[in-house]
């Protein structure tokens, strides 16, 4: 048991970021550090939390359990403390956040052992979520500028093909990978159903009896979203401008060209033509993901066949992702990521043979702007939630 009357309230900023370096440590390296001027200007207000409850926008977001964020108000640089006390106070006394805490991130902990060491020499750490009043990408401490802490963001899309009937799986792949944005296809007609909350995130849906997308947003990434209300576009597609980072996200679901089905290939051709329209009038910075249904190249079929004037191998179709890829400066992220990958999103009607001999299509895909390409860290599939015909993507970019 720790010495009752250590007190890691009463410690100096100095002291309190050693603690944080020491946790680091042992291992809870998902552990942030922020910390800003109280509003009387007398004390630095110092918080160890995680990146979910940090917003660039100049606030602390309270979206989950206040035991998930420690903070206090410290009122000199250093007290000169011996902290090793004060490491098993903070253990004691913080449980659930070291169980969130908990994880490997030596980027961040590079980052935060250079702040410490400006700190050392009295500087002061006084930053706003992941900026000052600089450009975004740099913080002030003292006299110096450095770099904000290197940030994941990951992204994942699944055509659930019935959010009803997938939605326990849904929140098992959100337990295991706790995506900041999930993008949804084919979750039908929900609505604002309540039942289809997730404890955590913000959602919105374009819904239609038959396709509809749902997008799923973390609660401290600021964010507005827009369904583009159009004929060909109901339940097909639906935008969220995220803020920090900047970009514009499109959820879609693009129609199936089924020549056996009346009026689907003309919708199919009329919805890539409004799609082009609307990504070539976006500014750069944007994510265009979801089931597409094309097989863009022979690659991305099992056999390496081109079924002609089959849905998700018309000739058309190519040429109009082609095109919108090179309208929209756009890159295949799996493709640039994987170039010689043969694995596939989906499989026929979920077939267990089709799965096992690995006979599939990729028809699943996260389009994003040029620039985006320094940033992607990981493009790919994720190959163990088969519930569905296709599996979940992912996505993950540094900023």
């Known amino acids: 048991m720790y010495n009752m009357e250590c007190d890691i309230h009463n410690l100096g900023v100095y002291e309190l970021m050693q603690i944080l370096h020491e946790l680091h440590k042992l ?10 001027m109280s509003p009387n200007g007398f004390s630095l207000r110092c918080h160890i939390t995680t990146q979910d409850h940090i917003c660039a926008n100049m606030d602390i977001v309270f979206c989950g359990d206040p035991n998930e964020i420690w903070c206090t108000s410290a009122e000199a640089m250093t007290t000169g403390e011996d902290i090793s006390q004060s490491v098993k106070a903070f253990i004691e006394e913080n449980p659930r956040l070291l169980e969130i805490g908990k994880g490997n991130d030596p980027e961040y902990v590079e980052w935060f052992n250079k702040l410490l060491s400006l ?21 002030q401490v003292g006299q110096y500028t450095m770099p904000t802490p290197p940030t994941t963001m990951r992204l994942i899309s699944w055509n659930i093909d019935g959010i009803r009937a997938h939605f326990e799986a849904l929140k098992k792949l ?25 404890e955590g995130y913000k959602r919105e849906c374009s819904s239609s009896s038959y396709a509809g997308v749902a997008t799923y947003v973390k609660d ?8 583009l209300k159009s004929m060909e576009l109901s339940g097909h597609l639906l935008r969220t401008e995220v803020f920090y980072p900047a970009f514009t996200l499109y959820n879609i679901y693009t129609p199936y060209s089924n020549p056996n089905v009346e009026g689907a290939i003309e919708h199919r ?12 009038t976006t500014p750069d910075r944007q994510i265009i993901c979801g089931d597409m249904n094309i097989v863009a190249t022979d690659s991305d079929c099992w056999d390496g066949k081109h079924q002609r004037n089959q849905a998700n191998f018309h000739d058309w179709e190519r040429h109009n992702f082609e095109e919108l890829l090179k309208l929209g400066h756009l890159i295949d992220t799996y493709r640039v990521l994987n170039p010689f990958s043969k694995e596939f ?6 077939n267990p043979t089709a799965r096992a001999n690995n006979q599939g ?13 320094p940033q992607i860290t990981k493009s790919e599939i994720i190959k163990d939630c088969t519930v569905s015909t296709n599996n979940p993507i992912l996505l993950e970019l540094k900023y």
Request: hydrophobic letters at 35%; a positive charge; glycine letters at 4%.
């Open 27 to 36: 291992g809870y390296q998902k552990l942030r550090w922020m910390s800003y």
């Open 119 to 139: 700190v050392a020499k009295g500087q002061t750490p006084v930053f706003y979520g992941e900026y000052w009043s600089l450009p975004t990408g740099r913080i």
């Open 174 to 198: 959100i337990t295991e990978y706790s995506p900041e944005i999930i993008c949804l296809q084919k979750v039908k007609d929900i609505k604002d159903s309540p039942e289809f909350e997730i």
């Open 220 to 227: 401290c990434i600021p964010c507005s979203f827009d369904k």
């Open 269 to 280: 051709k009329k919805f890539d033509e409004s799609l082009k329209r609307i990504i070539c």
């Open 345 to 350: 999103s989906y499989f026929f009607r979920n």
């Open 361 to 373: 299509h990729r028809i699943d895909y996260f389009l994003a702007s040029r620039s985006f390409e």
